[in-house]
């Protein structure tokens, strides 16, 4: 038993698709701004004094005679 999509299905699922697609885009637009604020407001952390300066220490080595 076949059924075949009616005009007023295809209607109701334009009207869906849309309201989807704009909610999700005022969404999306909502929580950037947002995310945009909260780092915006947050405090800038500072750097440190003086740069770390780091040294390339000789690895140890256990002498071998041969």
Not at 57 to 62: G, I
């Amino acid at each position: 038993m076949g059924t075949t999509l009616t005009p007023e299905f295809w209607r109701q699922f334009a009207v869906l698709l849309v309201i989807a697609t704009v909610a999700t885009a005022v969404l999306s637009g909502v929580l950037d701004a947002l995310v945009l604020r909260m780092r915006a407001h947050r405090t800038p952390q500072r750097p440190p004094a003086s740069p770390l300066v780091r040294t390339h220490r000789p690895t140890r080595r256990t002498p071998v005679h041969h």
